[in-house]
């Protein structure tokens, strides 16, 4: 068993509220792994641990250690931009740039300071044909991002953070503003994604978690409950709380 | 009268207090502007426009005024735009909430509220006596840049408050440094509030009076400013030089002078509403 990335014994406060407690979990490369839980359980928390983006967050405390390839990323030593060009992030609601397609893509590489034009087109071309939008707008490339409807803005947006080429991509509700025909287009695109990278999806929806995941992670207020393959915690829950939310009987 | 009735007549009442209230400030403006227009619009040709000033009436010009005016607001902008551009970046993108940025935003919303005469006397100690450049341009140009950085820094947080934090977090997240993030989304998605507030203080630095006076711009100047070094004038103190003649060719003179001033800042102030509903237009979030 190969671990992709690591969490032990996390700990996070804002101020004095304790968001996580005690957190321990593997996650395995190459596949999906869903975060499940009732609002305000820490899920989007834990997520944003992995690309340190709660480091933005004045109050925000963090005790434990989080490894991705046996690296702690919370060493001195990490540098935060070249840890986030390898943990690309997918937001809730799709936020282009307000600036063409084509910029929207190619932005990672710009500040990169990649300047090679025909190395950045391809790269977009492949971001884009990854994200399964490319037959849609290869047409209008310099079109701008907030002219699409909101599916093609997500995919947009799922296409810049593949176009730096990470290996892992955390999604945070990544359909909850979507229309259920686009969300099934996200879907499938996270399902053939995962052959290429290690995916982290936080959903609501717990349909989805089970269509699209190979492992699910139950938090609930602050703590993890559980984890485990999808099918188990589906259909054979070890604890009665995730069984309950799963059924629906709260949360 | 029954209290629904009551209840219109008092709905009513107050429109007709607030259109009241709306339009004075218009009125009394159009009839000033009437005024003006009656009383100088005649006297403005070519040769006002590019004659020097002179103790007589029909032959004074603004050729002094409007240049003086020119290279002030140029030198104005060069000095005040960067500074307070940046000052606005820094204290909304980058500074942390503590004492000391809650006590540069208190003083810096209590710069705004002094008096510009306050800023003539510190710009005549600071600039014009202890770094010794005299009544020039540059004087008189560093004390209105102090005077409309307030404006800029307010202008330029308010503009950048405005823009998502989620486009922050997408560019954060694709591994951009602060400084990139700024640079390439915040700030140009920014622009069109950073402009029109850019404006709207040169057009504050055009109509400013009292305090280049104090820092010593002279009434009289028989030349344009050839370098920023040179003493000026610039167009209100030349408008306030002919009022206070008791011959009444001078009163004309003014009006005149007053329409010229009165067209740059309109322009000026149409020219940022105008950039502003296009920003408006183009980012819909």
Redesign the interface.
């Known amino acids: 068993m190969k671990y992709k990335l690591e969490a032990k014994n996390i700990d996070v406060f804002y101020g004095d509220l304790k968001a996580l407690n005690n957190i321990n979990i593997g996650i395995m490369e190459n596949a999906v792994t869903a975060l499940i839980g009732p609002s305000g359980c820490g899920k989007s928390t834990f997520l944003r641990l992995f690309n340190r983006m709660n480091d933005y967050i004045d109050s925000f405390k963090l005790n434990g250690e989080i490894f991705i390839d046996n690296k702690n990323i919370y060493d001195k030593s990490i540098l935060v931009d070249e840890l986030r060009k390898n943990v690309g992030m997918v937001f809730q609601k799709p936020n282009p740039f307000p600036k063409s397609i084509f910029e929207n893509v190619a932005y990672g590489l710009k500040i990169q300071g990649i300047k090679d034009k025909e190395f950045i087109k391809t790269r977009v071309k492949d971001a884009l044909q990854q994200a399964a939008l490319w037959d849609e707008v290869k047409d209008d490339l310099n079109k701008s991002a907030l002219a699409l409807s909101g599916g093609q803005q997500q995919r947009v947006c799922i296409a810049r953070a593949l176009a730096v080429e990470p290996s892992i991509i955390l999604m945070d509700e990544p359909t909850s503003a979507l229309d259920p025909i686009a969300t099934a287009k996200v879907e499938k695109l996270i399902h053939t994604l995962k052959e290429k990278y290690t995916i982290i999806i936080v959903t609501h929806n717990m349909q989805q978690a089970g269509r699209i995941s190979d492992y699910t992670a139950f938090f609930y207020m602050g703590d993890l409950i559980e984890c485990d393959k999808t099918d188990t915690i589906f259909t054979n829950p070890k604890m009665e709380r995730t069984e309950n939310y799963i059924t629906g009987r709260f949360g | 009268m029954n209290n629904g009735e009551k209840n219109r007549l008092k709905d009513s009442i107050f429109k007709y207090i607030g259109i009241f209230a709306c339009f004075i400030g218009l009125f009394l403006l159009a009839i000033f502007i009437g005024n003006i227009l009656y009383d100088g619009f005649n006297r403005i040709d070519w040769s006002f426009l590019t004659s020097l000033p002179s103790r007589k009436a029909e032959k004074a010009g603004i050729l002094t005024a409007w240049s003086g005016s020119l290279w002030i607001v140029i030198f104005t902008f060069i000095i005040a735009v960067p500074i307070g551009i940046s000052a606005g970046v820094y204290l909304e993108e980058y500074s942390?909430?503590n004492k000391l940025s809650t006590i540069l935003e208190i003083n810096i919303s209590n710069l705004a509220g002094v008096p510009s005469i306050i800023y003539g006397l510190l710009g005549l100690e600071i600039f014009v006596r202890l770094s010794k450049m005299g009544s020039s341009v540059l004087a008189g140009s560093f004390t209105l840049a102090l005077l409309v950085l307030p404006i800029i820094i307010v202008a330029t947080r308010e503009a950048l408050k405005a823009v998502?934090s989620?486009?922050r977090?997408?560019?954060?997240?694709?591994?951009?440094?602060k400084w990139?993030t700024t640079w390439?989304?915040v700030l140009?998605?920014a622009s069109g509030g950073i402009l029109t507030g850019v404006i709207l203080a040169i057009s504050r630095a055009v109509g400013e009076t009292a305090p280049l006076i104090v820092v010593g711009a002279l009434a009289y100047v028989p030349f344009t400013p050839k370098g920023p070094m040179d003493e000026f004038t610039v167009l209100p103190i030349q408008i306030f030089n002919w009022i206070s003649r008791p011959q009444h060719e001078f009163a004309i003179n003014a009006a005149a002078a007053i329409i010229i001033l009165l067209f740059i800042t309109f322009t000026m102030n149409g020219i940022a509403v105008y950039f502003r509903n296009k920003w408006q237009k183009?980012?819909?979030?």
């Open positions: 942390r909430k998502p989620t486009i977090a997408a560019s954060y997240g694709l591994g951009a440094t990139q390439y989304q140009p998605a183009k980012i819909n979030w």
